[in-house]
């Protein structure tokens, strides 16, 4: 994969999204793999760049 292929909040917030996901956490009864997507939409939603 080229560099230029991916914004890198894309990648920011993919590797956030691995990282709760692995972790095991688990919050509400609910599993990692639900937080792990929140957390990496949330990253993503900061991190993406905003049009000017």
Known sequence: MHEGDHHRSVTEAALITLAVT???????????A??????????YAI?????R
């Open 47 to 51: 991190l993406r760049p905003r049009p």
């Open 22 to 32: 692995a972790s095991g956490a688990q919050a509400l009864g609910i599993m990692s």
């Open 34 to 43: 639900f937080w792990g997507l929140v957390a990496g939409l949330v990253a």
